[in-house]
Every structure is written in C-alpha cells, then in structure tokens.
C-alpha cells in the first residue's frame, strides 16, 4: 500500500510540473507596435563606381567609371512590427516582436512572410534580487554603441537586401543570446554571451561543422554620481566560419572605456577609447598576424532649454585605425549613423571623422535639424570592398587614389513633424560630395526619404 500511494504522489507530482510548465498563468498582456511607410529616392550610392556581383571573389578597378550610368534607385516600403510582451508569475516574463519589412512590388510569399524579431524570456530576481536572466533572441546595446548595438549591421553579416530593402533601413538589430545582469546600484555587470553567425557548411565533411561566430563579453556601468557615469568592458569574437580543412578561425578581443558626463544642465558629453587584439585569419597555409587596432570617440551635445526655439548644437568626432587587416578596426557590431549616406557605403573602419549637428524647434510640433560630417581615410588605401550591398544585391565598392585620404563631405537635413502623440512625419535629405582620395569620374552621391509612423 505504502509504493503504492508513493507512486501515485510521484504521477501527480509529475502531471502537476507538466501542466504548470505548459499553461504558466499570465498576471497581464501588453500588445503594443509600429508601422513606418518609407518614400526612398537614392541617387549615386556607388559614387560612380561599379558595384560588385554577390558572386565575386574581389572588387575590379579596371571597369571605366566614365561610361558608367548614373545608379538610380527608387521605393516605398513599409516597415510593420507587433510586440507582445507577457507578465507571467511574479519576476518572469515573455516577449515576442514579429517583423514584416518589404519594398512594395507585388505580393509574394517572401515579400509578405512574417519573421521573428525578439523572442525572449526575463526571470528577475533569480536565485538573488540583484541578478536577472534574460534568454532568446533581445536587443543588446551597450554605451553610445560604438561596440554592441546591432546584430544585424551588415557589416558583420551576410550582405544583400532582405525583400529588396537596403540594410542599412532595416530595424532588425536583435541578438540570440544569455544575458545575465547584476545590479548593485550604483555598479551594473553585464555578462553577455551571443551566437552572432550559425550556419552548417556544406562543403565541409561534417554538415555540422563547427563554423559559427560567437560573441562573448562583460560591460560594467558605475554612477559616480547623477551627473557622471563611467563604463568598461570586454568583448571577444571569435568567427569559425571558414571551411573546417582550414583549421582557422578570426579572433578578436576589444577592450575598452566609456565616460559620459552631464555637468550643467542641457550638456551631455562623452568620450569612449577601444583597442583590439587578437589574430587575422591567414588563407591556408597562410600564417595569421597579430591583431593590433584602435578605436577613440567624443561627442557633445549643448540644448539651450530656457531659450525659444530650444535650439541644440553638438559636435563629435571618431577615429578608427585602418590601412591593413592587422591593424584595421573591426566594426564589431556597432550601431551608429554618424550621416546616413556615409553608413550606407563605407565600412565602419580606417576613418577619421568630425560631425557637426545643430537644431531647432520653430514651433512646438516640429524639428528642424542639420548634421555635417567630414570623413578622412586614417591611412591611404588603393581600394576597398566594403561589403555592403545595394537594392540589388550587390556589393558597393569605393576606389580611392594613393597619397590622399579625403573621402569627402556630407550634409543632411530633416524636418520632423509631430502630429499627435502616436503619428509622427518625417523628411529628410542628404548630400555626400566626395573628396580627392575618390576617384575623378565619383560622383555626388544624394539621397530623399520621406516617412510616416505609427505607433500603438
């Protein structure tokens, strides 16, 4: 009798875990979202230069950029993101975002699927207040983003349009990752771990192969005071995704500081510095070199709050060392516009840059704002692919000239009109006047967008 009762108070034991893991009970759902329509005119991005095939192994600078057209490219897109985010027993909830992102063309199955953009689970307070756990597929950004913002910066993934939209207009940035945060106010620790590629390579013997890229790292944030805030870390990358034969695999390890400061009223300042270690990844048989780059950013930005208008003025500058692959900043998985046009084409590497931004409210619902970037190569290059692509799917590639780094000038203007509280319109335009480090035939390189918003 006594197994008997013991078994039977296992079985319901068992069927009552089941049941509670199956039907969690929800305490209250949240559903909320966006819907941003895009008018994009973009002229030029190419610079005149001829852009390369997804199929290419390397850029060709033989091609005469005199006979070559002007590219044009012309859209509208929709951007639609539907977010439900579940309070379930006390400390624990569920998030889940889909995204539909499409150029419309036409109906299809790929134009109108439905993907997943977060998909995680938050446990608070797990073991002890100070920790929670976060798990699934999130948004990670870190400081001004300068290292950790966005997995899907197409610098660090595979290039090429989703659906017909230019990356660099895609709001998809979420990571899969464990993320674990320790909060000992005024300190925060966050440990990090992400899988940033995972793709089975075919050619390999085993389909299975070990040929991921992995992120792994630690930020640290300290609230000296209200008004100053410093931050370091440590982030590895380690890309395996060459074939297995190869035996190689890319590593790099960046460390680095961030110190932000908010000393009177309206001034924000910061100043970030990074250096990266590790060693490139050689072709075979060939040996790999010693990583060895760096990385300095300073950004301030002054509004006059108590004068009319509330007009605003900010100035930053950014350096990334480049000019080989040892030492040549890797872009990691940064977030940053510093001008829209200049993110589309260049890579995040080998640049000296300084932003100049002003802007003001003319009347209560409206922005008007301006933003100057001058961009300088840290070294001189003969060429570089940047390995971003444009609405076809290919490849811009920028042809310099030796002995000189003016890659040129950008100016972008926009205007920002509030028309409730939930819809918010939007155009903006651009310039990017390339410098003397391009070549003769570059041309000007412009860009109009015109947006609605939504949000619910």
């Known amino acids: 009798m006594g197994k008997r009762l013991i078994a039977i108070l296992a079985l319901a034991l068992i069927v009552g875990l089941t049941y509670g893991a199956a039907y969690a009970e929800v305490q209250n759902v949240k559903v909320s979202g966006d819907i941003k329509i895009l008018g994009v005119a973009r002229n030029n991005f190419t610079l005149g230069n001829p852009p390369v095939s997804k199929t290419s192994d390397s850029p060709s600078d033989s091609v005469d950029l005199a006979t070559k057209e002007d590219d ?63 798990f699934g597929r999130q948004e990670i950004r870190f400081g001004n983003q300068l290292i ?25 940035n979420a990571f899969d990752a464990l993320r674990a945060t320790l909060n ?90 990074a250096w990266q270690r590790g060693r490139t990844r050689g072709a075979t048989g060939a040996l790999k070199e010693e990583r060895n780059a760096w990385a300095l950013q300073a950004l301030a930005d002054y509004t006059f709050t108590k004068v009319k208008f509330t007009p605003s003025i900010g100035a930053g500058y950014t350096y990334l060392t480049g000019g080989s692959d040892k030492n040549g900043w890797h872009p990691m998985y940064y977030n940053q516009a510093l001008n829209p046009i200049a993110y589309a ?46 609405s076809n799917g290919n490849y811009y590639t920028i ?44 041309r000007v390189a412009n860009q109009v967008i015109g947006s609605m918003k939504v949000t619910f």
């Open 72 to 134: 044009k490219s012309r859209f509208i897109a929709t951007q639609t993101r539907v977010r439900v985010d579940a309070d379930l027993t006390d400390n624990v909830m569920a998030t889940v975002r889909l995204i539909n992102e499409r150029i419309w063309t036409g109906e299809s199955v790929s134009s109108t699927d439905i993907d997943l953009d977060l998909a995680y689970i938050t446990l608070k307070e797990f073991l002890y207040s100070p920790l929670t756990l976060t």
């Open 148 to 172: 950790i913002g966005n997995a899907g910066t197409y610098n660090t993934a595979n290039p090429g349009p989703l659906n017909g939209l230019p990356e660099d207009l895609s709001v998809r």
């Open 184 to 273: 000992y106010d005024p300190l925060v620790i966050d440990l990090v771990y992400a899988k940033t590629r995972n793709a089975n390579n075919a050619t390999a013997k085993n389909v299975n192969a070990s040929d991921d890229t992995d992120l792994f790292g630690v930020n640290a944030s300290y609230d000296v005071t209200k008004k100053v805030n410093v931050q370091g870390y440590f982030w590895g990358r380690l890309d395996k995704s060459q074939p297995v034969a190869d035996n190689e695999k890319d590593e790099i390890y960046t460390i680095g500081g961030l110190i932000t400061i908010m000393p009177i009223e309206g001034l924000k300042a910061s100043l970030e510095s």
């Open 345 to 390: 084409i260049f890579p995040f590497t080998n640049l000296s840059v300084i932003n100049l931004r002003a802007s003001a409210k003319p009347m209560e619902d409206v922005t008007l704002g301006i933003n100057y970037g001058n961009y300088q190569l840290a070294n001189s290059v003969a060429s570089f692919n940047t390995a971003k692509a444009d």
């Open 399 to 442: 042809v310099t000239q030796s002995n000189n780094k003016d890659l040129g000038n950008e100016i972008d203007l926009s205007c920002i009109y509030d028309y409730t509280e939930d819809v918010q319109i939007g155009v903006s335009a651009g310039w990017f006047l390339p410098g003397d480090a391009l070549r003769r035939e570059s």
